[in-house]
T-cell receptor
Framework: AQTVTQSQPEMSVQEAETVTLSCTYD???????LFWYKQPPSRQMILVIR??????QNATENRFSVNFQKAAKSFSLKISDSQLGDAAMYFC????????????FGTGTRLQVTL | DTGVSQNPRHKITKRGQNVTFRCDPI?????LYWYRQTLGQGPEFLTY????????KSRLLSDRFSAERPKGSFSTLEIQRTEQGDSAMYLC??????????????FGSGTQLSVL
């Protein structure tokens, strides 16, 4: 079975600074997708960024980028120029190719952004 | 496009009672998912529909749980004889599958269930 581990329950970053959230996963599949979702107090899960395992290039979306290390099964999220609106729970998620969106989520990291 | 809508937002019930939640997906989205999120955990997959067909159910979905999606539009999730362990947030998500591989889920804000 696939597992996703987020070892940082909480992180804090100052506004305008950079923070990295860690995620590791375990799978025997060779082709899969990895995601970072944001869950603000409104509770709605919002997709931040996704990475296809077959792509060597790390995904980037504006201030958000990932460091995908397939051999190490590591998938970290870097948030640059942090903003107050980035404060939320962040979940790392995995799904195998061809399994519909049956996502396996980690336990989340709560990100605080301070002035 | 008003997004995925879930009702009620909160539900408090007594143990043993039946409850039903509703999810209205984004119009024309053909897939609909139910997830459950307990305190301090990430969401866990429960079941999903493609149009009106329920294609897969997780082992987490006991016999007391039933989900429907009549006419492939809104969906309901019913829990019979609720137990305290059913207390959780129930999340609904929808997506549009049209042959492309990049499925993107849109989540609702969930229904928070508390079983007393």
């Amino acid at each position: 079975a696939q597992t996703v581990t987020q070892s940082q329950p909480e992180m804090s970053v100052q506004e305008a600074e950079t923070v990295t959230l860690s995620c590791t996963y375990d799978t025997s599949e060779s082709d899969y997708y990895l995601f970072w979702y944001k869950q603000p107090p409104s509770r709605q899960m919002i997709l931040v960024i996704r990475q296809e395992a077959y792509k060597q290039q790390n995904a980037t979306e504006n201030r958000f980028s990932v460091n995908f290390q397939k051999a190490a099964k590591s998938f970290s999220l870097k948030i640059s120029d942090s903003q107050l609106g980035d404060a939320a729970m962040y979940f790392c998620a995995y799904r195998a190719t061809g399994t519909a969106s049956k996502l396996t989520f980690g336990t989340g990291t709560r990100l605080q952004v301070t002035l | 496009d008003t997004g995925v809508s879930q009702n009620p937002r909160h539900k408090i019930t007594k143990r043993g009672q039946n409850v039903t939640f509703r999810c209205d997906p984004i119009s024309e989205h053909n897939r609909l998912y139910w997830y459950r999120q307990t305190l301090g955990q990430g969401p866990e997959f429960l079941t999903y529909f493609q149009n009106e067909a329920q294609l897969e159910k997780s082992r987490l979905l006991s016999d007391r749980f039933s989900a429907e999606r009549p006419k492939g539009s809104f969906s309901t999730l019913e829990i019979q004889r609720t137990e305290q362990g059913d207390s959780a947030m129930y999340l609904c998500a929808s997506s549009l599958i049209s042959g492309a591989t990049n499925e993107k889920l849109f989540f609702g804000s969930g229904t928070q269930l508390s079983v007393l």
